[in-house]
């Protein structure tokens, strides 16, 4: 008899229970997602799958569920484990007891500097995490031409992987640009992938664009910032994915949306969340509790959390308390709360013990920051004349705008202006490729003085420094080649604080709990530094990002997103 038809025979046994169930919830009231209702009974478990639900059964191990309430596990619909600084072992021991049992990343930040190394290493990662860890192929590697990478994925090297059984399909495609004009490259990867599950990245898209974008088979969107936008997406069939990250907050904006007749058309997601925001705060369960607050119907949320985030993607296995379902089951004390006890993962509970089973792939991307050292005088920004473009951050968001503002003018060069809140922003190309480097201002960091380094930059992750003082700068930029990369302040030729990221230069190799630990120090180096941003790492990633409107800077220099063209300093 082959395992599986042995396993299917025992689920029969224990669902009629004619024989004992591998793991029971006694006594417990559980939310029905179908029909909105609380439910009362017991839930068998045989394996990784539920066989009985409403019945009263016996369980070779029993959970006293009394008091608690079950609900389905959580489903983040979109996020870069890279963005929360710590190897997928770690997000996963992070994330899986705040009730995300299943995951669905992108891992385009490491494949944009490893190439198809960094995708190995997340999908043998993927088959060893207790969470359901699926993988997307990153389909923007690099993301435009505006930028330098430190690999290319084309559509020969991504097919390969498209029957791996962690892959759902392809990731964001984000190069919208290059689908309306039909760059060859990219009409490429659409072609490959057709019939398949494509991830869509769609900011401000409307009308047209909208319209066309969706005609190549892309089915879903995490950019969306706007009700009126997400209603124009929702009409026109794009599935609306509600995204609340560290430093992109999209939850009380959209909130407003969520009904249910809309439910089964939207999902949750947190793109980049840190682990000290995940300690504080929570991951998809976070949202759930916002959003209910917010004033959004509490089974309507549960709902688009869990199976309509699961049919989204094709999971038709999970979302639901009801026999025949995974048993990706959340326990909480309370509903509206979304207070977590204790959490099931394909019929596991979570524990120290389930973590320590597991057999993780050694790290990669050790010493990745091929940059030489820079020098004081490699952040001057010639200019024609005073007045010119300047990036302006949206706090909480990753669109910036276009401004045009006059700076002081002296020699030839554009400079500082802390009256208006102007600092220099540079980026070095950091993969020994080019040695380019891009210039320019940006306002809204509140940077009194001294300058913050970092080998995050979406999406090639290039070394992005900001700051008023040309040395300071310098210094922490080659302090964070020493390191390998990570992030570093740094004021009056001092360092003052700083976080080694070597894997990658986007990741640490050490816990979840010591990660948290250096970003509240930095926060707090920050905070002294004049900066008041909630989040101010992650809000300087994404100055390098040409996908996003309206003003972005690669090693290449400014770019125009609208246009999509680079513009002089």
């Known amino acids: 008899m082959s395992a599986l038809r042995q396993q299917i025979e025992r689920g029969i046994d224990q669902g009629l229970g004619r024989d004992v169930a591998d793991l029971v919830i006694k006594n417990t009231r559980f939310l029905n997602v179908v029909t909105g209702e609380i439910a009362q009974g017991d839930i068998a478990i045989c394996g990784d799958r539920i066989v009985g639900t409403y019945e009263s059964y016996k369980g070779r191990r029993e959970i006293d569920g009394r008091r608690l309430i079950a609900v389905p596990g959580f489903v983040d619909c979109h996020l870069h484990v890279e963005s929360s600084l710590v190897a997928p072992a770690e997000f996963d021991r992070c994330a899986l007891p705040r009730g995300t049992t299943t995951a669905i990343c992108d891992p385009h930040e490491m494949c944009n500097v490893l190439g198809k190394q960094g995708l190995d290493f997340f999908l043998e990662s993927a088959t060893a995490t207790a969470m359901d860890l699926r993988v997307q192929l990153s389909s923007c590697v690099p993301a ?19 029957n791996h059984p962690k892959v759902i399909g ?65 009409r026109k069939g794009m599935q609306v994915f509600i995204r609340e990250g560290s430093a992109c907050k999209d939850l009380h904006a959209l909130a407003p949306i969520i009904n249910t007749r809309t439910a089964p058309f939207l999902g949750f997601c947190t793109d980049d969340r840190n682990p000290l925001d995940i300690a504080e705060e929570g991951h998809i369960d976070h949202l759930i509790r916002g959003a209910i607050k917010a ?42 709360d979304c207070a977590v006890v204790q959490v099931i993962a394909g019929g596991r509970v979570v524990d120290d013990e389930l973590f320590a089973a597991r057999q993780m792939p050694l790290p990669v991307g050790y010493n990745s920051v091929k940059l030489k050292p820079v020098r004081a005088e490699d952040f001057r920004v010639p200019a024609s004349g005073p007045t010119g473009p300047v990036i302006g951050i949206r706090e ?69 420094v900001v700051g008023s003082v040309d040395s300071d700068m310098a210094l922490a930029v080659n302090r964070q080649i020493e390191l390998g990369g990570g992030f570093v302040l740094a004021e009056g030729g001092k360092i003052l604080a700083e976080m ?42 994404f100055l390098p990002l040409p996908v996003i409107p309206h003003l972005k800077i690669t090693d290449l220099g400014l770019v125009d997103v609208d246009k999509f063209e680079l513009v002089a300093a």
């Not at 600092?423 to 320019?440: L, M, Y």
């Not at 894997?503 to 004049?530: P, Y």
């Open 144 to 162: 435009t031409h505006l930028e330098t990478a430190g690999a290319t994925l084309s559509a020969a090297d991504l097919t390969p992987y498209r």
């Open 170 to 234: 392809l990731a964001e495609f984000m190069n919208a640009p290059g689908i309306f004009h039909k760059t060859p490259e990219v009409i490429d990867k659409i072609e490959a992938f057709w019939g398949a599950h494509i991830d869509g990245h769609a900011p401000l898209m409307k009308g047209y664009e909208l319209n066309a974008y969706l005609a190549c088979g892309i089915r879903n969107c995490h950019e969306t910032t706007s009700e009126a936008e997400a209603w124009e997406k929702l």
């Open 295 to 336: 004033g959004a119907p509490m089974a309507d949320v549960y709902r688009l959390a869990t199976w309509s985030a699961a049919r989204g993607f094709g999971l038709t296995d999970r979302g639901l308390i009801a026999p025949g379902q995974r048993a990706d089951i959340v326990l909480l004390g309370d509903l509206d």
């Open 396 to 464: 909480g968001q990753v669109l910036t705008d276009f401004l045009t503002l006059t700076l002081p003018y002296k020699n030839g060069e554009r400079l500082v202006d802390l009256a208006q809140d102007v600092i220099k922003v540079c980026v070095f190309e950091r993969h020994g490729r080019r040695g380019s480097v891009g210039r320019g201002f940006v306002r809204g960091l509140k940077l009194a003085r001294g300058a913050i380094a970092s080998s995050i930059g979406h999406d090639s992750h290039n070394v992005c």
């Open 500 to 541: 080694p990221l070597p894997l990658a230069g986007l990741m640490s190799d050490h816990s979840f709990e010591s990660v948290a630990m250096q970003i509240g120090a930095l926060r707090r180096a920050v905070r002294n530094l004049g900066c008041p941003l909630a989040e101010p790492f992650l809000q300087m990633a």
